[in-house]
């Protein structure tokens, strides 16, 4: 019985780029940040739809099925906090090497740990897109209530109230939610991955 | 200037079953789990190659992209064996809800880990596929010398040597490469996922 053929170290022969063809365009992580309130995941869930009905290959990650899964391990400290980048950041690296177009939807207040992601994947794989919404209009929004606990001091550790957020100096796109419609936002990113190239092989 | 549209939670409208239908089969985790050496990861690789021409989306995890991505920060205790499965688990489901059919290579050896994984998704989105090959052979081939360095004591809790490996009882598909040419353990392998009708929708 020959079995040599179960010996030789097998290196995977499918690579990103014969994924990339199968899908026939690019793969990038598309990096929400931004203030909670500021309108990441729903403007992520947005462009997804629009991306999804171009035929495009598309995943979201966002607190819905990370904190509840992968990172339900973890809190809000500054040091779970950097972990739980690090780890959206990995599965996010699979996601791009398996093809997909990645869209993630996290506060991820911390420069650092966006650099971080950044440097985990090619240069023009990573597209950060600065939310960007005064505190204000995000707290006066409060969709879920947290700015009101956190206020309270209910919730401790809480972006923009009593942790800080650390603005993107060179984000591939800014919206200003506060400013456009939710179209204007996803037109702008749309034409953003239409000029790059990336929904094109 | 009408903003109500960032203010709707905005939950996402884009589904596993779209995305299935998108690609044009069902999703699943191919669970590769057996000895150091029993050729889990060309099984796996081999067979993401036949379903690759085949037209599916496909992608593998195993520990080229895992132990040096996501879990670099975990050793080989029990308890990190058992946090490593469960990330990977936890990934796995994520690339189902994205539409891939997953495979994943790791030995996997405790069966409570293994079956935690499996309740992590629906009942036939989990194929148990146990790589059997005495330990004898495996440590035969060694491809990699971790046998040798194990019974020498300079790696500790490896499997099959002084950590157990616990065979999985009701697997769905059973491959013996000690017995079957690589070719007949991935056509074993494609016809169960032919025949329970995952290669379509």
């Given at each position: 019985m020959n079995n040599n053929n179960f010996i030789i170290p097998h290196e995977g022969k499918i690579k990103k780029e014969d994924r990339q063809r199968q899908k026939k365009h690019k793969s990038a992580i598309l990096w929400f940040t931004g203030l909670s309130g500021s309108g990441k995941s729903t403007l992520a869930h947005a462009v997804e739809e629009k991306l999804f009905e171009m035929g495009i290959h598309t995943y979201v990650l966002d607190g819905d099925n990370i904190r509840t899964g992968l990172n339900k391990d973890l809190g809000f400290s500054a040091e779970d906090r950097e972990e739980n980048i690090r780890r959206i950041g990995e599965v996010a690296k699979l996601f791009v090497d398996a093809g997909i177009i990645t869209l993630t939807a996290f506060i991820s207040p911390y420069k650092k740990d966006?650099?971080?992601?950044?440097?985990?994947v090619d240069k023009d794989e990573f597209i950060e897109i600065y939310v960007k919404c005064p505190l204000e209009v995000c707290e006066?929004?409060?969709?879920?209530?947290?700015?009101?606990?956190?206020r309270k001091g209910i919730i401790k550790n809480f972006t923009g109230?009593?942790?800080?957020?650390e603005e993107p100096e060179n984000p591939e796109i800014v919206v200003e939610t506060d400013k456009e419609t939710l179209k204007e936002s996803v037109d702008k990113i749309i034409n953003y991955l239409k000029e790059k190239g990336h929904l094109q092989i």
């Open positions: 966006r650099e971080l992601v950044r440097n985990l006066q929004r409060d969709v879920k209530g947290l700015y009101e606990k956190a109230i009593d942790d800080p957020y």
